[in-house]
């Protein structure tokens, strides 16, 4: 299998399938397609129907849009629990990352990802406060109901931590208050050896997009997840 990405310090669409199969040693080559440059439409057209980074290759079959990624993954993988593998919690994990992916709009617009910057906090208004709130309620529901197991959102490591990653590393490097569980969850996702990897590797990465570093002073300069800034 190939996955095609965009930049590893700014794309968190890439990121969620990514992280899942480096989690889950499901093997895949990868290529990034950086963004901001004036072939980059066509080069993202040439392997996804979208023009839009993830795309998924395997064999003849391309699967774009992240979410149908790691069902296809799950398809194919059986064995691999990329979704828990009780019913109830697999019910809640598919609904909390349907949620994410259509959803969550003014946190996302707000805080584009950037793993490269650490960001001044400040007031991001009601609906991003929405969002903070009701992340850090489904969130909570799925440690309570399904997470004894392990440190993440089912127990172990699945689809939804994959799905939420950005939304974590949103919360870190915006400074965004959360609530002390939250906390502990993030910074299980954040030391995860497959993000740690992922981080790594974008903050090697020789291209800056100056829309991902607006909207207020940064900081300063990210060196580690649970850094002072
Ligand atoms: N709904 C899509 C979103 C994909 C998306 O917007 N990807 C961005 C990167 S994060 C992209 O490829 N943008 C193209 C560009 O900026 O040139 C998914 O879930 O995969």
Redesign the pocket.
């Known amino acids: 299998m190939h996955l095609y990405i965009?930049?590893q310090l700014?794309?968190?669409?890439?990121l969620?399938?990514w992280l899942l199969m480096t989690a889950l040693d499901i093997p895949f080559e990868q290529t990034v397609?950086a963004?901001?440059f004036p072939d980059?439409?066509r080069q993202?057209l040439d392997v996804?129907p979208?023009?839009?980074?993830?795309?998924l290759h395997d064999g003849d079959v391309r699967v774009?849009?992240?979410?149908?990624?790691i069902d296809y993954l799950a398809d194919n993988f059986p064995d691999k629990r990329v979704w828990p593998a009780e019913k109830a919690a697999r019910a809640h994990a598919r609904a909390a990352s349907a949620e994410m992916?259509a959803g969550f709009t003014a946190l996302r617009s707000a805080c584009p990802?950037n793993l490269g910057k650490r960001f001044r906090p400040r007031d991001m208004g009601l609906d991003v406060a929405a969002d903070v709130t009701r992340v850090e309620g489904l969130w909570a529901e799925a440690r309570e109901k399904f997470g004894s197991g392990g440190d993440f959102l089912y127990g172990d490591f699945c689809a939804a931590d994959a799905m939420y990653a950005p939304v974590v590393t949103r919360l870190d490097t915006y400074q965004i208050p959360v609530m002390p569980q939250a906390r502990v969850y993030m910074d299980a996702v954040l030391n995860h050896p497959a993000f740690v990897k992922w981080r790594e590797a974008g903050l090697a990465e020789p291209w800056t997009l100056p829309h991902y570093d607006e909207g207020w002073m940064p900081a300063e300069i990210f060196h580690h997840p649970n850094g002072d800034a």
């Open positions: 965009a930049n700014y794309s968190s669409w890439s969620r399938p397609i963004m901001g980059t439409r993202m996804s979208t023009g839009k980074m993830p795309c774009w849009e992240s979410l149908a990624i992916h990802m």
